[in-house]
């Protein structure tokens, strides 16, 4: 088809769609062209509920008005402002809101689009720490098997999720992984963390043994492992891994791209954990996944020990673009006053333990293995069909869509639930029921 005829703007050819079976979609198209609230809206007029948040970011639910207003006047306002060298006052008001809803002296922002650039953000920070003080030694990282931090060169490396890596080559040197924290035979149908499991953060002294804890630079760990099928954390063990750095001098890196604004009932789940790490990656719901924004909390001694040097260089060889962007600095602010305004943090704590009920209610349907609700978000495990890993989990993802009016996240065989934080229990008991049929219809 030539690439002037009319019809070719309607083809699904050209896009190359991400984390997409891209010949499926394009056989059976999936499209929203409208969203509100809970729901999806589809050009057929249906509307589907949202029981992923989008991918985990709408937390506030679809098209909130103060938020879409915001957007609309910083976009005739200020469009762009050059992120280097300059600034704008919402960049630093919004840091400041920030540095005070964040746990201990986790004070200095840095920003960046998305969750992926917040990671590489992050390492490249603890590096230059390091070397800041003397200790430029400190070069390894160690992240978990089953983690997921974006797909750039330094999150897949420091990842620990097998088909996003095995075609990357070499990716980041240095880097070692702590065991996953998952363990069904131990942890099966936990209600939020499980009893068993918070001694395998010991295994990070084992890792330092054999490496010198003085060659690690940081240790980066998502608090509950979000896309490898929710898996919260053993009671203890983000608090055993906070000690076992702390002790060795080596940073301690939470990614809360998924588990920031509110997710866990808390801002940032390291208040729940009793934690301070000294960076905190954040994204999604910053923007309530309106406009692409993320960043990285840093502790104030981190950007102190940057502060010198000559005064007209920058402290950091490292930016984007889009750092703090008018429109996303705009949209954030609008999210975190809905957050607290409407109360949305508490309510995802007041809904937790219903939640989890509502969740566990799915035990006993045809081949489910395991039910993990934590805060406002749930893996349900899947036994395989007949077809192979993930054929079960892909028909109810398309058949969700096309029979159930609901939109589900899915990895492999293992459904994530995790609703808006607007969402109400009827909205819950009714993404339950759905999926209650299409375990049964897929059995
Ligand atoms: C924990 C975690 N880290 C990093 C990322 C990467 O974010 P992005 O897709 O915005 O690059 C994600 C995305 O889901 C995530 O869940």
Redesign the pocket.
């Known amino acids: 088809m030539a690439k002037t005829d009319p019809a070719h703007t309607n083809s699904l050819a050209a896009y190359w769609m991400p984390f997409t079976a891209n010949r499926a979609f394009k056989a059976r198209p999936r499209m929203f062209v409208g969203a509100q609230g809970m729901h999806y809206l589809t050009a057929d007029n249906r509307h589907v509920i949202d029981a992923t948040s989008g ?2 970011c709408v937390n506030a639910g679809h098209a909130h008005p103060k938020i879409v207003s915001a957007i609309q006047d910083a976009a005739g306002r200020l469009d762009y402002a050059p992120a280097f060298q300059f600034g704008h006052p919402e960049a630093f008001e919004l840091s400041n809101r920030l540095a005070l809803m964040a746990p201990g002296d986790l004070d200095n922002v840095f920003y960046a ?7 590489d953000t992050a390492l490249k920070i603890a590096l230059s720490y390091h070397r800041r003080r003397g200790e430029g030694h400190r070069t390894r990282f160690i992240g978990r098997e089953r ?6 060169f330094g ?1 897949i490396s420091v ?1 620990g999720m097998s088909a996003n890596r095995k075609v990357y080559g070499a990716m980041l040197s240095g880097v070692d992984h702590l065991p996953t924290t998952y363990d069904r035979a131990h942890q099966a149908f936990s209600t939020a963390e499980p009893g068993w499991g918070g001694h395998l953060a010991d295994e990070l002294e084992r890792i330092l043994a054999l490496h010198d804890p003085s060659n690690i630079a940081a240790v980066i760990v ?1 608090p509950v ?3 490898t099928g929710c898996l919260p954390p053993p009671k203890g063990y983000l608090e055993r891994l906070r000690a076992i750095t702390d002790k060795h001098g080596i940073l301690l890196i939470l ?5 920031a604004f509110g997710r866990l009932g808390h801002v940032f789940a390291a208040e729940r954990y009793g934690i301070v790490p000294d960076m905190v ?1 954040f ?2 719901g910053l923007t309530n996944g309106a406009v ?1 924004m ?1 960043g990285v909390l840093v502790r104030g001694g981190i950007y102190a020990a940057h502060m010198d040097g000559a005064e007209h260089l920058p402290e950091l060889y490292h930016g984007y673009t889009y750092s703090a962007h008018p429109l996303a600095t705009a949209a954030a602010l609008a999210a975190l006053d809905v957050y607290v305004g409407e109360g949305l943090i508490e309510r995802a704590a007041t809904l937790e333990p219903r939640f989890a009920e509502i969740m566990l209610s799915l035990r006993g349907a045809p081949g489910v293995l395991d039910i993990r609700p934590i805060g406002l978000m749930c893996g349900i495990d899947l036994a395989p069909s007949q077809g192979g890993v993930g054929v079960r989990g892909f028909a109810i993802m398309e058949r969700a869509f096309h029979e159930e009016d609901l939109y589900i996240r899915v990895g492999a065989d293992t459904l994530i639930v995790a609703p808006p934080l607007i969402a109400t229990e009827d909205d819950i008991a009714s993404i339950r029921d759905r999926l209650a049929r299409l375990i049964v219809a897929t059995a």
């Open positions: 991918l985990y689009s998305s969750g992926s650039e917040a990671i983690g997921y931090h974006g797909v750039g999150g990842g998502e492992a979000g896309s990614d809360e791209v998924i588990t990656a994204a999604k692409p993320s």
